[in-house]
Nanobody, 123 residues
Framework: QVQLVESGGGLVQAGGSLGLSCTTSVSIFSMNSMAWYRQAPGKQRELVAQMTSHGVRDYTDSVQGRFVISRDNAKNMLYLQMNTLKPEDTAVYYC?????????????????WGQGTQVTVSS
């Protein structure tokens, strides 16, 4: 059973930086893909960034150039470095995993989720 636990959320002023971490209960080496999602009050959960087992990264347009997703396979950790934060980045951030171990990478299907960590950006 794969378990994900996020940490690193908090309150930060606009323009500041914050780093999120996601600890996994199993090896993330060769996991098809891992991602960060977020959900703001009254809005749908949205994909923020994802990273495949081959190191391919994707970002939603609103965070491109400000956020960086990375993974440490040796430590079984996923990270999200958030820079130049804006009030509209305020949300609960979730770590997600597509834990399938595939010979050929395929479109991610995230079915394992963490409990979320709150990020609040004040103006």
């Amino acid at each position: 059973q794969v378990q994900l636990v996020e940490s690193g959320g908090g309150l930060v002023q606009a323009g500041g930086s914050l780093g999120l971490s996601c600890t996994t209960s199993v090896s993330i080496f060769s996991m098809n893909s891992m991602a960060w999602y977020r959900q703001a009050p009254g809005k749908q959960r949205e994909l923020v960034a994802q990273m495949t087992s081959h190191g391919v990264r994707d970002y939603t347009d609103s965070v491109q150039g400000r956020f960086v997703i990375s993974r440490d396979n040796a430590k079984n950790m996923l990270y999200l470095q958030m820079n130049t934060l804006k009030p509209e980045d305020t949300a609960v951030y979730y770590c997600a995993a597509d834990a399938r171990r595939l010979v050929v990478p395929t479109t991610p299907r995230y079915d394992v989720w963490g409990q979320g960590t709150q990020v609040t950006v004040s103006s």
